[in-house]
């Protein structure tokens, strides 16, 4: 090649810049310069200078084409106006270069958040205290006393009527004579009893496990006692000859204090349902204000203290001496667990049993009576 056609090359390329890319311009450079190389072989010193100040001529000219290229881009992405979707193959042009089979990417859409852009659960906060149905208000044991013994059987010995009687004495007369008859009453113990089982990973994984097993056990087998203990009740008082008709509550209850207190009993403690509890307070002051107080949340008729029991039936009440009805303890109340009762070794389960050997025993009928607010 003649050093006349490298000058026509560089000629063309100069005068065709405007229609070219950067990366089309560089090629056609790199040829011709391979094209001056084999022409330097053969031409003189003078002929290489011009050369080669054409070409740094022809390339200072692309590197200005370049810039003003780049400009030209730069305010051209300024300026255009995308979708979601475009901004998203933008952000996302390293992962998609990285696309091959078995290997995907996913492309979202730029959007507001909310909880549905969340995988799995959001944080939580929680009550360790299992919200529990409630104990009953008063149970039987509260208000009678307790007698522990070491067998399983309880005998008391009860006062009969008698003969004779302690009289004034007629000066030279033999005195009266008094004697008297004695029944003696066993009364048996026995189980009230109950358990529960539950797996070592529930008492694992739930924390409140260990120290709610034992209060739900206590209440439940206190509705049992009281359940037991309040057939008995009914079944040894005395039952009430007070009717309703041209009466009240309130002033039901007054006359059964009364006939106790006549036979010298001392009252201490009535015990009615919720219910006929506020009954008597709705018609309190309209009855006798000044034998019905509610003071401090206690109610008191004449004097002696209501309790709220829902062991008690519907309508019925108890008026009471209550230090003549014991509770008798062969074994007290007690709670305990075991993991290897029956299965539990080999099934990892534990056994909460709770259990006491006991019975209620009206030592005396007359000092309780059994009254109902219906009776006409």
Do not use: C
């Amino acid at each position: 090649m003649e050093l006349k056609e490298v000058q026509d090359a560089l000629s063309n390329v100069k005068n065709e810049l405007a229609n070219k890319t950067s990366q089309e311009i560089k090629s056609e450079i790199n040829a011709i310069e391979l094209k001056f190389n084999d022409v330097l072989k053969n031409s003189v010193k003078e002929v290489k200078d011009a050369l080669e100040a054409d070409l740094k001529a022809v390339q200072d000219h692309a590197d200005k084409l370049d810039v003003k290229l780049q400009e030209k881009e730069l305010q051209a992405k300024k300026a255009e106006n995308v979708d979601g979707i475009q901004v998203a193959l933008k952000e996302n042009f390293e992962a998609i270069q990285n696309v091959k089979k078995g290997q995907a990417v996913e492309i979202k859409a730029v959007a507001d958040m909310s909880t549905a852009n969340l995988t799995g659960d959001e944080p939580k906060d929680y009550n360790f205290d299992i919200v529990k149905f409630p104990s009953q208000k008063v149970n039987v044991s509260d208000i009678v006393g307790t007698v522990n013994i070491s067998g399983g059987t309880y005998t008391y010995t009860v006062e009969g009527a008698g003969e004779g009687s302690i009289g004034a004495q007629t000066e030279g007369a033999t005195k009266n004579q008094r004697d008297y008859d004695f029944t003696a009453i066993d009364v048996t113990t026995d189980f009230i009893a109950g358990f529960a089982r539950y797996s070592k990973k529930m008492r694992n994984n739930l924390s409140y496990i260990t120290s709610s097993i034992p209060m739900l056990l206590r209440r439940d087998y206190f509705k049992a006692e009281n359940s037991a203990f309040n057939t008995i009740l009914e079944a040894g008082a005395t039952a009430s000859t007070e009717v309703i008709t041209g009466s009240s509550k309130s002033k039901m209850l007054i006359n059964e204090i009364g006939k106790l207190e006549d036979l010298d009993y001392d009252t201490n403690g009535i015990v009615v349902r919720p219910s006929d509890y506020l009954d008597i307070l709705k018609t309190a002051k309209q009855d006798l204000e000044s034998a019905v107080t509610y003071e401090g949340g206690v109610l008191r008729v004449a004097g002696v203290q209501v309790l709220k029991a829902t062991w008690v039936t519907a309508n019925k009440y108890f008026v009471g001496d209550w230090s003549r009805v014991n509770k008798i303890n062969t074994e007290g109340l007690s709670l305990e667990f075991s993991e290897s009762e029956g299965t539990n070794f080999v099934k990892n389960m534990i056994t909460a049993r709770i259990e006491s050997q006991t019975n209620l025993v009206v030592e005396q009928p007359l000092a309780v009576v059994l009254g109902d607010f219906t009776a006409v």
